[in-house]
């Protein structure tokens, strides 16, 4: 359904039971890019009305997804910790070449963000099936049907918004590129790398 070209080694989830509390930091301040990202797309694109109206509800939930995983971080008697660059999103940028149309901008920034979705949807899966704390497997469970409504829903929009056939293309293009970046990645106590 998800359509990435390279699934995630499953020995990942060894290195994240070895990290559980790295992991739970890197999720949160992907929660918390995520609500920003939603509040960066109403800044950037207040015309699109739809787009506003679904950015404020997730950008609700995101920040919501924010803190039940810090609940969870401060329930295990740690703190956050601070924020790390994010290799994958950083890599994954760097597809689209810069300027064009502001629809092609937001066509490119909403496939971005669909693919960041989708990822995270089948990390989640993993967590939520070889976990072996069962109260964080379920948590991710939850969290893996959620991230799969975002994937589709900024899917949709860029196949509104842009051209479908250009759009589709794109998407397949920037699938193929994720995967190669993927091959680089894996071997880390974070979400997407």
Request: aromatic letters at 10%.
């Amino acid at each position: 359904m998800l359509g990435l070209k390279l699934p995630t080694d499953p020995r990942w989830v060894n290195i994240v039971e070895k990290n559980i509390d790295e992991i739970l930091t890197d999720h949160a301040y992907c929660e918390q890019k995520a609500a920003s990202t939603a509040i960066s797309l109403i800044i950037g694109f207040p015309e699109y009305t739809d787009l506003v109206e679904e950015m404020v509800a997730l950008s609700r939930e995101e920040m919501a997804h924010f803190k039940m995983v810090h609940d969870r971080i401060i329930a295990r008697g740690k703190t956050l910790g601070r924020d790390r660059k994010d290799e994958y999103v950083i890599k994954l940028h760097n597809f689209f070449p810069k300027g064009g149309s502001r629809t092609t901008q937001l066509v490119h920034r909403l496939l971005y963000a669909a693919l960041i979705e989708a990822r995270s949807c089948e990390r989640f899966r993993l967590l939520s099936e070889q976990l072996e704390d069962q109260e964080l497997a379920e948590f991710y469970h939850k969290l893996m049907v959620s991230e799969a409504t975002h994937y589709t829903m900024f899917l949709s929009f860029a196949r509104q918004y842009g051209n479908r056939t250009e759009v589709d293309e794109k998407w397949q293009n920037l699938l193929e590129y994720e995967a190669q970046i993927m091959k680089d990645l894996g071997n880390k106590e974070a979400i997407h790398g």
